[in-house]
């Protein structure tokens, strides 16, 4: 039976590609070539050149009526057109790292491992690459029939040849809540990625900053609707935490580095947060408590330190809290918040959040083309 995630994947627009063969006195065939899709959803097309052997080998830009596409990369080329799924979006994967997405067309950098490549049509899913191959064979078998006239190709039923009796990709087995279909908020473009943190596959900005907004905005929520304080404080430092380390990963999976420093960024966490902030300074020259006053900082190290209690010791001070944060508590007595520290926690925490992820990308600048576009786009409305 067809396999309903492949059809989306690639098929349900209803769309045709149309080639008029005509052959000359001498024999020489010629082509040319012409798409609709009859489907209301919400379909796009691309397209993209392959050699007729069924290998796509670059894109086609596609432009407006009347705007002459880029020459194909090799001459004696098919344009193979491929459609979205029935939100717009197209599968891709990445031959670096394996990972699958769906992404609105155009991008050139795998959210999960960064790498970029040349052209979409490297980012092909295992099922787009029988599409383009089926979709070969049948117009090579067109032009070599002898016949002049128009030859269609219906886009949905190569899609369903090219999607029978093949596994689904893994994506589909996920739970619903580890994907994370977002909107870049730097140039807008939609990914929709296995678990929730990645770069934009557009340009490659990482979503961590956006995603941790989201989170604490819903623990201003509970503070504000009389939710546990200690909780608030405790999950807005987890919360930091965890999206530090998603930066310390990828840091140290794309930055060479000394056995010594690999080793000593192996074991980083984030409990002292001054000794993190100058390791991350030292090593990265990424200085994530720049811009925090003296007070701020003293406030926000004590919370990372009040963290840690409020996880394991529940919530009363012991010896080691006492040693290391220098607080004026005495020992087993139950650590307390109040509304202005929870906020003042989440402030905090935004602010070193902002600076590592700013940070980061003074390392590893996003594609500055489409954010500006997406700029003059939002100024426009
Ligand atoms: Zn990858
Ligand atoms: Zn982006």
Not at 20 to 38: L, Q
Not at 209 to 236: H, P, T, W, Y
Request: charged residues 20%.
């Amino acid at each position: 039976m067809q396999s309903r995630a492949e059809l989306e994947e690639i098929a349900h627009t209803g769309g045709k590609v149309s080639f008029e063969v005509a052959i000359d006195a001498s024999g020489n065939v010629s082509y040319s070539v012409s798409y609709r899709h009859s489907s209301p959803t919400a379909a796009a097309m691309f397209a993209v050149y392959a050699i007729p052997q069924g290998v796509a080998v670059g894109d086609i830009k596609l432009g407006g009526i009347g705007t002459p596409w880029n020459p194909a990369p090799i001459p004696g080329c098919f344009p193979v057109f491929i459609s979205s799924d029935i939100t717009g979006m197209f599968g891709h994967e990445c031959p670096s790292c394996n990972g699958y997405w769906r992404a609105s067309y155009g991008g050139t950098i795998c959210p999960y491992c960064a790498i970029e490549v040349g052209g979409s049509y490297q980012f092909l899913t295992q099922a787009q690459k029988r599409y383009v191959k089926q979709y070969c064979d049948l117009l090579s078998d067109a032009l070599h029939s002898g016949q002049a006239g128009t030859h269609t190709i219906d886009m949905d039923a190569v899609a369903a040849a090219a999607g029978k009796d093949h596994e689904k990709p893994s994506f589909y087995y996920a739970e619903e809540r580890q994907q994370n279909l977002f909107s870049c908020v730097a140039c807008g473009a939609n990914t929709d990625v296995l678990g929730i943190y990645a770069y934009c596959g557009c340009c490659g900005t990482r979503n961590d900053f956006q995603e941790l907004e989201k989170v604490m905005e819903a623990i201003r929520a509970r503070i504000n609707g009389g939710g546990k304080l200690e909780s608030c404080v405790k999950d807005a430092v987890a919360a930091f935490d965890s999206f530090a380390d998603q930066y310390r990963k990828q840091l140290l999976e794309l930055v060479p580095l000394t056995p010594a420093r690999r080793g000593r960024f192996e074991r980083f966490h984030f409990h002292n947060l001054q000794t993190a902030a100058s390791g991350l300074k030292e090593v990265f020259d990424i200085d994530i408590v720049a811009g925090i006053g003296a007070d701020d900082l003293a406030f926000i190290t004590l919370m990372f330190h009040r963290r840690h209690v409020y996880e394991h010791k529940g919530g009363e001070a012991d010896e080691k809290y006492i040693a290391d944060s220098g607080d004026a508590v005495r020992l087993k007595q139950a650590l307390r918040e109040s509304p202005e520290s929870a906020h003042r926690t989440v402030n905090l925490v935004l602010k070193l959040a902002k600076r590592l992820h700013l940070g980061f990308h003074e390392i590893f600048p996003p594609d500055e083309i489409p954010i500006e576009r997406h700029k003059q786009r939002s100024r426009k409305q």
